[in-house]
Nanobody, 112 residues
Framework: QVQLVESGGGLVQPGGSLTLSCVASVSAFNLYTAQWHRQAPGKQRELVAEIGKNSATNYADSVKGRFIVSRDNAKNTVYLQMNSLKAEDTAVYYC??????WGQGTQVTVSS
């Protein structure tokens, strides 16, 4: 069964850090481009970060310099390291492969 499972979300104070993980149950994981998205209540879903099959990365302007996306092909896992978190980062975070396969999401809440 093709599936993505995100984990690592939770409650963190402003300025803190969290690392999200996305484990993919797919074959040939190394051939996929992976994305992290987020959606806050009342807002559109936005692309946060992307990592290509050759590890080229792209980031939304709002997270550049704070978030790092990486992948471990041996573990079929994509990571999103989030640093210097702000209240505006509060959202449900989703991972995807090729914008086609999606995980269930994990909640990140940044609050004091």
């Amino acid at each position: 069964q093709v599936q993505l499972v995100e984990s690592g979300g939770g409650l963190v104070q402003p300025g803190g850090s969290l690392t999200l993980s996305c484990v993919a149950s797919v074959s040939a994981f190394n051939l996929y481009t992976a994305q992290w998205h987020r959606q806050a209540p009342g807002k559109q879903r936005e692309l946060v970060a992307e990592i290509g099959k050759n590890s080229a990365t792209n980031y939304a302007d709002s997270v550049k310099g704070r978030f790092i996306v990486s992948r471990d092909n041996a573990k079929n896992t994509v990571y999103l390291q989030m640093n210097s978190l702000k209240a505006e980062d509060t959202a449900v975070y989703y991972c995807s492969l090729n914008y086609a396969i999606w995980g269930q999401g994990t909640q990140v809440t940044v609050s004091s």
